[in-house]
């Protein structure tokens, strides 16, 4: 990958440009013209499969307590901050609108709140992508290995994202290559700050592709530009197309969505 072409995955849709995870988030990622677009999994009591970051409800709605405790029914009456009409969407609602677009998703798999994987989550999670023909150009990210190892997920391009913790717990990459080996993937993910060219290097004298989340900043969005990483996770998407088209000579070119 040549430095400044890396690919710009809007986190959440852009979460520090519109709320997190919202069906007008992803507009906004599509209107950009982000190559990628971030989200998050989990299931509802009943099964549903629902896009949201955080384990409880409180910090992006006018709910309390688990998710995961409440079926569909209760979560799609609730609200979420800093929004004006959109509430929780259902995957299938997302994929429904992501579908006519050329944004690539890209979809996290978030665990229940004892740290497993979703019981059957995946399973179906990657059964509605097929449904709206979406299984070709969608990457399945999550930090846990269960996730990515074994099922329909093997089918799919997989990244297995890394808790910058457990990076230096684990003695860096060689400590790594056991969890990769698993997961079944060559492609990790680290925030940008743990990344630089010697690490780059040591992941590619491996066999193993190394990304970034986390660049919200002009410098950590340049840095990932820099090192020539495959693809990059952002809270601040218009500023990445911004800071990369200073770089390839074209500006960005908008969507009329
Ligand atoms: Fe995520």
């Not at 497993?116 to 449904?131: C, H, K, Q, V, Y």
């Not at 990459?173 to 990769?180: F, H, M």
Request: glycine share 10%; charged share 20%; with cysteine.
């Amino acid at each position: 990958m040549n430095p400044g072409t890396g690919r710009i995955a809007a986190h959440r849709g852009g979460a520090l440009e519109a709320p997190e995870n919202t069906i007008g988030a992803f507009d906004h990622a599509v209107a950009l013209g982000a190559d990628e677009v971030e989200f998050d999994v989990q299931l509802s009591a009943d099964g549903v499969p629902v896009v949201f970051h955080d384990a409880t409800l409180d910090r992006m709605t006018d709910g309390t307590g688990p998710l995961a405790a409440r079926p569909w029914a209760e979560l799609r009456g609730l609200r979420v901050a800093g929004a004006a009409r959109d509430g929780i969407p259902t995957l299938q609602a997302v994929l429904e609108r992501l579908a006519p677009t050329p944004i690539a998703p890209r979809m996290e798999l978030k665990p229940a709140p004892d740290g497993r994987p979703f019981d059957g989550m995946a399973a179906r999670a990657i059964a509605a992508l097929d449904r709206h023909g979406l299984l070709a150009r969608t990457t399945v990210t999550s930090f846990f290995v269960d996730y990515l190892r074994e099922g329909p997920a093997t089918a799919l391009p997989r990244i297995l994202l890394v808790n910058p913790l457990v990076f230096r717990c684990l003695g860096g990459l060689p400590g790594l290559l056991p969890a990769a080996e698993r997961a079944g993937t060559r492609h990790l993910a680290l925030p940008i700050g743990d990344i630089d060219a010697a690490l780059v290097r040591a992941a590619s004298a491996e066999g193993l592709t190394l990304s970034a989340f986390a660049a919200h900043r002009a410098d950590q969005i340049d840095a990932a530009l820099d090192l020539g990483l495959p693809v990059f996770t952002t809270d601040r998407p218009t500023l990445a197309l911004e800071r990369r088209a200073l770089r390839t000579g074209t500006p960005p070119s908008p969507r009329t969505a």
